[in-house]
């Protein structure tokens, strides 16, 4: 199922793209002319975006006919197909750059979430993502994420109160900031999750004196450190490590006890996967 938005974030991508025309198509190509193409996949990785490729044909003309050789989550080697499409050679072009653009962009997100999935596997660990996401696109990152076999933390301000750092300091203290977040929930009449994050020991007993909370964060806690948080938590709540946690670094952490990892890098910092759409004769 597409995310909320999609269809207005690929007609914006178009608008960006077309402008006026592509004067290119026009001018070499016959109006009537036919054409196949097929997605070329030139990299190890995850494939994610099979699904937005079609709602992008379907958008923008409905006569291509995209034929899926591998879905959304494949492993991909270099030389695989992912695709083929057929159709007006003129909109073959036309959605090229787009669509491309879309897919290298999830299948990267995918790719780099499979690999701390997979670097956890075996631990009860969950891999997050976090709000480090390109304005705009958050809707696809999020998804590719998913593809990628990770879990979504909030998708905004709105879905969850997170009290970090800040906030908490500018309150007053953790014990403050939990408080009047509890009462402002009681006052709008609203249910949704509070997590609260932590820098030190202290800190977690603070949390645990007040309570009413879902999840508490260790952020930048080193190994020995999280393990006596999980401990002193005792599962009344559930936790998250955060703050730097490599591929190197996730199963350690994994190994920890946490029921999950928040990882920034799923999305500002994945590299694209390769891949090229390629005229058949």
């Avoid at 923008?60 to 030389?79: F, K, M, Q, S, T």
Wanted: with cysteine.
């Amino acid at each position: 199922m597409l995310p909320e938005g999609t269809e207005e974030l690929i007609d914006r991508a178009f608008d960006e793209d077309v402008g006026d025309g592509d004067h290119t198509s026009l001018s070499t190509i016959p109006s009537d002319a036919k054409g196949s193409a097929h997605l070329l996949v030139k990299a190890e990785g995850i494939l994610a975006g099979v699904e937005l490729a079609q709602a992008i044909c379907e958008r923008i003309d409905e006569g291509l006919n995209l034929r899926p050789l591998l879905l959304d989550g494949a492993r991909v080697v270099p030389g695989d197909v992912a695709f083929t499409i057929n159709g007006s050679s003129r909109s073959i072009l036309l959605v090229e750059r787009v669509m491309l653009n879309f897919m290298q962009r999830m299948s990267g997100i995918a790719t780099l979430t499979r690999a701390f999935v997979d670097a956890v596997e075996g631990t009860r660990c969950r891999v997050l993502d976090t709000r480090k996401t390109t304005p705009g696109l958050r809707g696809i990152e999020k998804w590719a994420v998913r593809i990628g076999g990770g879990t979504n933390h909030r998708h905004g301000l709105y879905d969850m109160m997170m009290i970090k750092d800040n906030h908490a300091d500018f309150a007053g203290g953790i014990p403050q900031a939990i408080n009047r977040a509890k009462a402002y929930q009681r006052e709008r009449n609203m249910s949704i999750p509070i997590e609260v994050e932590t820098r030190n020991i202290i800190e977690v007993g603070q949390v645990l004196s007040v309570g009413g909370i879902q999840r508490i964060m260790l952020d930048n806690f080193d190994t020995d450190t999280l393990r006596e948080a999980v401990l002193l938590i005792g599962g009344k709540f559930e936790t998250e490590a955060s703050g730097g946690i490599t591929l190197k670094t996730a199963r350690a952490y994994a190994e920890c006890g946490v029921d999950f990892i928040s990882v920034g890098a799923l999305t500002h910092s994945a590299v694209s996967l390769d891949m090229s759409l390629k005229a058949m004769g």
